[in-house]
Structure formats: C-alpha cells, structure tokens
C-alpha cells in the first residue's frame, strides 16, 4: 500500500516518542511505502485535491531515523489511505484542512480519521456526548456560571477548549486567592468558553491515556503520573508514564465510546480516563503507542496498521 501521512515539520518529531514515527515503521515493516506532507502542502488545482509529497526511506532510531526522496504533485486519491496526523492547536487551518480532505474523501481517498469527525469531535467536548461516565462538568463563558461552579465544587480544574499537551489548564480552589484573576484569565469579560470540571483526586495515580483503535480498546493504557507539585499528568508537562493493563472501568468506557467512534469514522483515538471519570477524547494524533510498548512489549502500531489496511481495502477505493 502508499500510505501518505499528514504530519508536522518531520524534523521536529522525535523518534523516541513520537506514535507517528512508530506507525511509520510498522507500515515499512509491512513492506508498505510511507509518504509525508504538511498541511501548506495540500492544494486544490483543476477541482482534484493534491498535495506535494515525498516518499520516505525509515531507518534507525537515531535523529537520521527517515530519508526523503523527491517531492512531487499527486492527487490524494494516488494512495492508499492518508492518515492524518497533525497536531493541534486546531485553528482556522487545522477547519481548512478538514475540509480539503473530505473533499479528497469524494475524489475516492481513504483518510484516518475522518476529516467529519475531526471537526465534529472537539477533544473536550466530545465527553458530554457520555454523561454517564464525566465528573460533573460545566460549559461556559460566563464568569459568573464559573464562579457559582467552584463555589459549588470547591475543588476543580478549569481549561480551554482548543489546548493540548496540558496547555492553560488550571486547578482552582474555593479559598484560592487567584481565583478571580484565574478567572479572568480563562473567560476573560465572557469572552471565551471554556471548561470547568470537579476535580478527580484520582489523578494522583495518573491521568490514563487509553489508546481505542477501529471500536476497539487495547489492552494496555499509559497512566500518566504527575511531577511533585502538578496537577496534569501531561508527559509534556513533566508527567511520568507508567503502562498498565485497562480496570474493568477503563474497558467499559472504551467499549461505549469505541461504538461511536466507529460510526464516525474515527480509526484511532486516544481516550483520556482519571480514576473512574472520562474526561478527554483525544481525535487528532493521539500519542503513547511508544512509551507502551517500551514498558508493555505491546505495539498498538501492528493493530492500528491492520485496521488501516481493512479500511483502504473496502469495496470503492479509487
């Protein structure tokens, strides 16, 4: 297969960690051949999505981990699948882009995930469509409906709807003496909407990243552990992660969630669970396939890869 995959600068990927990386090298493993463009790269000319891609070469694990050949201009419906690996923020070009690949989707390509639900499924949002599995949660912009939250709950995390990576998350307290200024910070004169949620003391055992692939959960997760004095076990604000085999809890909520995963189309998504709480749905690029597989010896690439591969062979592929 010619598999095409939508990333950020590749230079900028680590090969250490990155699940990009690793789902390449599984794809060659495969004998398939890899291909990678940036989303400036996409265009629309003569009413056919194009993009200017280069085959990759994937080698080590070292910095000099791929070679690029030739760049040239091929339609989207040339390859197999593409899979869409960008990393938020999800800005105006993130929507253009989406829309770019769904109409790539009319011409006969195959894309993962399904640019639809990409916008459809906003990676905090997407938990109220699961209320029986969230802290109590409130969504808003104004400050006043914030304030009466925190009031309420005493103890709760405040962030907003477009962050990644832990990025402007808050833990907020009743007696808090930054508590207004947090605030304000976050909604501004009600000028952007954002989340509150009561606080899971469970996040001291880890903020579990459990990884859903074509509807199914796999069976290890990443408890991601915060530092000393942290709130988010994000790994990119200093979390610790620890692979771990899913709780009866864990399975049960992925289970539910994969069912409409599926009918979406979403290929690959990479649940956030606190204790027993969902409180992310995380669509775009989730992470954490390698650091499992380091610890648990079981690579979510391989399952990720054949899911693709029953996908790019269904009846009226280009």
């Not at 001291?204 to 709130?231: H, M, N, S, Y």
């Amino acid at each position: 297969m010619k598999l095409a995959f939508l990333v950020d600068p590749l230079g900028s990927l680590k090969p250490k960690k990155d699940s990009s990386i690793a789902m390449m090298r599984e794809a060659s493993r495969r004998g398939h051949e890899a291909y990678a463009f940036e989303m400036h790269e996409l265009f629309v000319q003569g009413g056919a999505v194009l993009a200017r891609t280069r085959p990759l070469g994937i080698d080590g694990d070292g910095p000099d981990w791929y070679r690029e050949g030739a760049a040239e201009e091929v339609p989207l419906a040339f390859f197999d699948a593409i899979l869409m690996r960008k990393d938020p923020p999800f800005d105006a070009e993130y929507h253009y882009a989406t829309i770019l690949l769904e109409r790539a989707e009319a011409e006969g390509a195959r894309v993962v995930n399904s640019p639809r639900a990409l916008r459809d499924w906003n990676e905090k949002l997407s938990i109220l469509r699961f209320p029986q599995f969230t802290p109590a949660t409130l969504v808003t912009r104004d400050p006043a409906r914030v304030q009466a939250f925190v009031d309420r709950h005493a103890d709760v995390i405040l962030k907003k709807l477009d962050g990644m990576g832990g990025a402007m998350i808050f833990r907020v307290r009743g007696d808090d003496p930054n508590r207004n200024v947090i605030v304000e910070t976050m909604v501004g004169e009600a000028e952007r909407t954002i989340m509150a949620q009561a606080y899971v003391p469970a996040i001291a055992k880890g903020d579990k990243r459990v990884l859903v692939i074509d509807g199914e959960p796999f069976p290890w997760c990443l408890a991601r552990i915060p530092k000393a004095g942290e709130t988010r076990g994000n790994l990119a604000a200093g979390g610790s992660g620890v692979a771990q085999p899913l709780s009866a809890r864990d399975r049960e909520i992925a289970e539910t969630v994969g069912r409409d995963l599926v009918r979406a189309g979403i290929v690959f998504a990479g649940l956030d669970v606190i204790g027993d709480f969902l409180t992310e749905v995380n669509v775009t690029s989730p992470t954490c396939i390698v650091e499992i597989a380091q610890q648990a010896g079981e690579n979510a690439a391989k399952p990720l890869l054949d899911a693709v591969e029953r996908l790019a062979a269904r009846p009226g592929h280009a």
